[in-house]
């Protein structure tokens, strides 16, 4: 399948479960031989080993592979993730499309687009297929998700679902829902969500750079330094370095507005 172009064969802990099964529903007969056919054709678990160049080949190989296998894991997330909250108030929006559009293109190449936009279209049939019980397939990939990615990386996918749920301008009430369902299946706290909701507003309006950094404009300025120290050390983009430079560069544009809003905190204040 022209799939495993450039997500390749290789999705780390996405092996069984609810992912697993939404692989196999919108790949399908690239996964019917199971995982370990697509894994490389080498096949190096099985090889002997007659020197050390040999081994090192061998090590890099599997490196290699347990890179891909986190960062495909954490892309297939994404298309899962975002096929929902797209819909989540029953339309599918040119604007939101066209996030999901750009950063396949912009790091994927121009032919991922379409097969990343096939991959979706079959998650919206599925969703229309199960109706309201989708919700609980969701939940149960979230805590999947959760059981094998730390953190960091768990919100930075929420960051991405807010990015795509604002591109046009506005959040319904319907893709709030949605994303808090989705944040805390995932482990991902209700002030991180919150924080993340109000990015956007953290250049302009005081009170949402306090929402920012998740404290109220009564906080003392001890507690306005320990929160930002708090919100900086989560949101660090070499927290999730080891999902690709396109993802660190997004988690880099987050960081920068965080400290916006810090500054912005800390001029009102005389800090």
Known sequence: MAFAKWIGGFLGFITGGPLGALVGIVL?????????????????????????DAYAR??????????????????????VLAAYII???????HSEMNVL????????????????????RKL????????????????????????????SQ?????????????ADGSVVQAEITALRDVAASLGISAADVESLLNLRGSKNDLEAAYKVLGISPSATDDE???????????????????LGDDVKRAAEKKFQEINDAKDKIYKARGL
């Open 224 to 242: 306005v330094k320990a929160a930002y120290r708090q919100m900086a050390l989560k949101h660090h983009p070499d927290r999730v370095s080891t």
């Open 154 to 166: 768990r919100l930075q996918l929420v960051s991405f679902l807010v990015m795509i749920a604002q």
């Open 58 to 79: 061998y090590q890099r190989y599997r490196e290699q592979q347990s890179y891909e296998g986190q960062r495909n894991s954490f892309l297939f997330s994404l298309l």
């Open 28 to 52: 399908g007969s690239l996964f019917e031989g199971g995982l370990d056919a697509v894994n490389g054709p080498d096949n190096y678990n099985n090889r002997e080993y007659d020197d050390n």
């Open 87 to 93: 819909r989540a108030d029953g339309r599918v929006m």
């Open 101 to 120: 559009r750009n950063f396949l293109r912009q790091n994927f190449g121009e032919q991922a687009v379409s097969q990343g936009e096939d991959i979706v």
């Open 124 to 151: 919206f049939e599925r969703q229309k297929q199960e109706g309201v019980g989708y919700r609980m397939t969701i939940r149960s990939a979230c805590q999947q998700i959760a059981a094998n990615m730390d953190y």
